[in-house]
């Protein structure tokens, strides 16, 4: 009897799944009229914000949108051209080499800001759900994983460090270089003989590193009027120091997340401190 | 420049959020002080907004000094501000219990939780861009989950458990839907999405109000998707349930009124959404659904906790009829009955607490006798009631009349949904008022429990705002009117957004 | 240097191949792991090395990300290995001899 | 030569697959694999919006400067948010997986009852 409910619900699930297949397929292959394209191979940026983003002129594109408001951002004549050379180019707005830095961070900085919320909110969730859990589930190491991990740790350290850091220039930033300190901690649990739970300290880097964030944002607003606006100026485009917060920003939130995430692996490594 | 300012409202919750870690390391109890603090600061900076905007209309408030279509913006109306200022509200008042509530060994998570749950609620109205709405959305239902499982028991993982699984089928739904979006109109701000998205094909536009609709019904707690309601009330604390109905069913039903009205919808007094589904009668139904299922269960419940959440589960599915109507008078009438909604089901929720606490038992059988214990506590019940079911000269009784009267006013088929809204009137009545017939039978109830004065202080707030807006309805009728004007001029959402580049 | 390049990434590419072949043939989980560590030790690294000699402008970075593979995936794979065998996951029928007693001290 | 309307078709039927193991299993870790792999599906028809034929990372170096070869940046940058979000949720699904383990011993979710009802 039961056997058949389940042979019904997933009829009933098959059913509707393959409607939802037909409806979203029809939709992709429509033509969307009126020069609106859903990306086949070959997005015609022009027709998208991201453009701009990319040639670093919104600004501009601003000014030419309050010039025409009927084609907003169908900057043609900019897009053909671009002047931007790495290492050359000085006080393009957001300043960074790396394109989705420059969006995560700077154009869109806000959204991150909440993302760096998530993050921290679902670790203080598993937190208070394996609150009760005083278990230690890993056995003590042995001999060759003590020294691996004593000679390894400081190289994740600096890689991570390394990542983070050069966020704004490199593909990666502050989200995979604080995975890879996180990393580092968890080998430090594996490796070491007694390892002791640090979570006050982590909680403590953690809070001052969204103070950073949320500091630098309230310092753009009460200096240039606005949340999170670049008060710095941006620099070089390609070299270390530049890009303004933009840099600062993917640094606290490389800490914050390699704290967070450590704090949840001590978290499931037995919770409280001895 | 000014109103880039309120920007604070989330900015000053976050920044505390962060820092409440520390707070907790000086002491627990603390941070629940803090929480409250900040959420008051809220609730003071979106009143004055509200007057502000109230007064000199529509304004943006700009991040990074992008402007919108290239940066995230706020978007500060009459509407969005009076629901941020409801939220903020209801919030502060439910913290007002939970400052006296017994201590537990995760307090600190807890508050925190608290805090970004309503910052969340607070930012998804006030925003204007929709992958930063997604966003909160997230932080939304993540805090919540917490909300849920802090009781500690099975059957509340298990509530959380299903809400989180409903929340992240919804938002993959809602970041599907951004997709499509993105991919075909190339923005993500909501004002340039709203200026073009009647260019789009009817069927691929159907798809994107679908996946929407389906990524935030989880929410607004409406048909299929509310499978978590009963258990999640059920295993939460019963004040905490407030923070459920008032501010995570409120904001839910907030987006699907600005997405489908001001965003998806074509603008100006005949609102329709457009695509080749017929989404105003596709939400009457599901309204209309939630409705006959929430107030049937409710029936056939004895405990106070499920009652009220499939109430709540009711009134909600009759405010997505009003959006579905869509014409002036419903949406002024679905504003309304929102906000009598979140007051009334936050004085009930809140008048439970004690009320469990005295009698021992969420179990109405075991309520008998508690007028003779405690007559303020059984007359605050009643008041929550009579304002939910709708009473004369009870606030519930203008936005259903309004209701009523508007569905009137369509016509048509319509008259099947007027007789559901009625039916469902009769129904809530019937089971609200054997609780209240138990609360005053003489019987002698043996408890040493006693109520902590700022519980009072909590449910006497909310009695006289319930008894206030049913005598003097007009008290609110200019901010619904305001904001129900904003919600429907569609072209003036989009000049003030994008007309700011001058 | 062109050919000292192609005979290493050769070798690599034997030697991953063997160890995909291992993987399926084995009949326990420690030999499984005996033969993966093959691959991703010698086959990784003969593959990296080889890659640096074809183009030398990369030489000393690969011979970086060669030394550290040759550090960190040995120690992975006994880790597994212990583990797996503190888990108390069977050894194959045919094996001679269990060196590592099932209580042992951790020193 | 591999065109986007695969990668497109691809997301979907991951995604119905999803939706489909979502509304069929009654499994905590079966319910929240499905769930993931929605999550991938809707992150791989993100990625695939941007996508641009024989395109190259969206990062300019010393070699690279040609901006119209870049792939989109916008849609990388949502995926990323996206892939943090999906983390926290699973991280908070499996934590209660263990706690309805603990309390239940049991991982189907409709064996889980007893509850005492106070």
């Known amino acids: 009897m039961k056997n058949t409910q389940g042979m019904v619900n997933a009829f009933f699930a098959f059913l509707l799944v393959v409607i939802l297949g037909i409806f979203f397929f029809n939709a992709i292959n429509q033509p969307l009229g009126n020069g609106l394209v859903l990306n086949k191979d070959n997005p015609d940026l022009s027709k998208r914000v991201s453009i701009h983003y990319i040639l670093k002129n919104v600004h501009n594109a601003e000014d030419y949108l309050a010039q025409h408001k009927s084609s907003y951002f169908r900057n043609r004549d900019k897009v053909k051209s671009s002047n931007l050379e790495f290492g050359k180019t000085k006080n393009a707005e957001s300043g960074s080499a790396n394109e989705v830095t420059s969006i995560v961070v700077n154009y869109r900085g806000f959204d991150t800001l909440g993302e760096v919320t998530v993050l921290f909110i679902s670790i203080l969730g598993l937190g208070m759900l394996l609150h009760e859990n005083k278990k230690k589930y890993w056995a003590k190491p042995s001999l060759i994983v003590r020294t691996g991990a004593n000679f390894l740790f400081p190289f994740i350290v600096l890689f991570g460090v390394y990542v983070f850091v050069h966020g704004h220039l490199t593909p990666g930033g502050g989200f995979p270089g604080g995975t890879i300190i996180a990393s580092a901690a968890l080998l430090l649990i594996l490796g070491l003989k007694d390892f002791k739970n640090k979570l006050t300290m982590t909680k403590i880097i953690e809070s001052l590193a969204g103070l950073t964030f949320a500091g630098l944002g309230l310092v753009g607003l009460f200096t240039n009027g606005s949340f999170l606006t670049n008060f710095l100026p941006s620099g070089t485009m390609g070299l270390l120091v530049s890009s303004g917060i933009t840099a600062l920003i993917y640094i606290a939130v490389g800490i914050k997340v390699a704290a967070e995430l450590s704090s949840g692996i001590m978290e499931m490594n037995g919770g409280g401190e001895e | 420049m000014k109103s880039n300012y309120a920007v604070l409202l989330i900015a000053i919750p976050l920044l505390v959020a962060f820092l409440q870690p520390l707070f907790s390391l000086i002491n627990k109890r603390l941070t629940k002080w803090v929480t409250f603090l900040t959420i008051g600061f809220n609730f003071i900076y979106s009143l004055k907004l509200l007057n502000y905007v109230m007064a000199n209309g529509a304004q943006i408030a700009i991040i990074g000094n992008w402007k919108p279509p290239f940066g995230i913006n706020l978007y500060l109306s009459p509407f969005s501000m009076l629901f941020a200022t409801i939220i903020y509200f209801v919030a502060l008042i439910v913290l007002l219990v939970y400052l006296i509530d017994k201590p537990t060994e995760v307090d600190d998570r807890m508050s925190i939780a608290t805090l970004l749950m309503v910052m969340a609620s607070g930012a998804i109205t006030l925003t204007g861009d929709i992958f930063n709405m997604f966003v909160f959305v997230e932080i939304l239902s993540i805090s919540t989950v917490i909300l849920i499982s802090f009781n500690n028991k099975g059957i509340s993982f298990k509530g959380a458990f299903r809400y989180i699984v409903l929340a992240s089928l919804g938002s993959s739904m809602l970041l599907l839907a951004i997709g499509f979006i993105y991919g075909s109109l190339g923005t993500l701000n909501l004002a340039s999405i709203a200026y073009r998205f009647n260019l789009l094909n009817p069927v691929y536009a159907s798809v994107i109000v679908f996946l929407f609709m389906a990524g935030i019904m989880v929410e607004a707690e409406l048909f299929p998707f509310n499978a978590w309601v009963p258990e999640a009330y059920k295993g939460s604390k019963s004040y905490l349930n407030a923070l459920l109905s008032g501010v995570v069913g409120t904001t839910g039903i907030y987006v699907l009124f600005r997405m489908f009205i001001t965003i998806f919808g074509s603008g100006q007094n005949h609102i329709q959404v457009i695509g080749s589904v017929n989404f105003n009668a596709v939400i009457i139904v599901i309204g209309v659904l939630t409705t006959l299922i929430g107030e049937f269960s409710a029936l056939s419940q004895k405990d106070i906790k499920k009652i009220l959440a499939f109430s709540s589960m009711a009134q909600m599915g009759i405010i997505a009829v009003t959006i579905g109507v869509a014409n002036m008078n419903s949406i002024n009438a679905g504003i309304f009955h929102l906000i009598n909604h979140a007051f009334s089901k936050s004085l009930l929720f809140i008048v439970a607490f004690p009320i469990i606490n005295i009698v021992g038992s969420a179990n109405i059988d075991k309520w008998e006798g508690l007028g003779r214990k405690n007559i303020f506590l059984a007359i605050a019940f009643a008041i929550g009631s009579f304002g939910l079911i709708g009473i004369p000269f009870f606030n519930g009784f203008w936005s259903k009349m309004m209701i009523v009267e508007s569905v009137v006013s369509a016509g048509g088929w319509m008259y099947l949904v007027i007789g559901t809204i009625l039916l469902s009137a009769l129904v809530e009545t019937f089971y609200f008022f054997r609780i209240i017939f138990k609360l005053f039978v003489d019987k002698k109830i043996e408890s040493t429990y006693s109520v902590h004065i700022f519980i009072y202080l909590a449910i006497l707030i909310l009695s006289i705002i319930v008894i206030y807006i049913g005598i003097k309805p007009s008290f609110l009728a200019t901010y619904i009117h305001k904001a129900a004007i904003d919600l429907v001029d569609k072209s003036h959402y989009i000049s003030t957004v994008l007309g700011v580049i001058k | ?107 | 030569m591999i065109q986007s309307t695969f990668f497109y078709t691809t997301a979907i039927i991951l995604f119905l697959i999803g939706l489909y193991g979502v509304l069929t299993k009654r499994n905590v870790i079966k319910t929240i694999i499905t769930l993931t792999i929605m999550e991938t599906a809707v992150n791989l028809f993100l990625v695939t919006i941007g996508y641009v034929k024989n395109g190259t990372a969206p990062i300019f170096t010393s070699t690279i400067s040609d901006v119209h070869k870049f792939v989109d940046p916008l849609p990388q940058a949502l995926v990323l948010t996206s892939i943090v979000i999906g983390l926290g949720t699973t991280a908070l699904m499996l934590s209660l997986a263990i706690r309805l383990y603990k309390k239940y011993k049991t991982l189907n979710y409709l064996e889980m009852d007893g509850e005492d009802e106070k």
Not at chain 3, 68 to 80: D, E, Y
């Open chain 3, 1 to 107: 240097m062109e050919i000292i390049g192609i005979i290493l990434i050769s070798i690599g590419v034997i030697f991953s191949t063997l160890g995909a072949l291992g993987l399926i043939r084995m009949p326990d989980i420690y030999n499984r792991l005996q033969t993966s560590t093959k691959a991703t030790t010698l086959g990784a690294f003969s593959t990296i090395i080889g890659v640096g000699f074809m183009h030398p402008a990369w030489l000393i970075k690969t011979i970086l990300i060669a030394f550290f593979i040759l550090m960190t995936a040995p120690i992975s794979s006994h880790n597994l290995g212990k583990a797996a065998h503190k888990a108390g996951i069977p050894l194959t029928d045919k094996t001679q001899i269990d060196e590592c007693p099932q209580k042992e001290e951790n020193k």
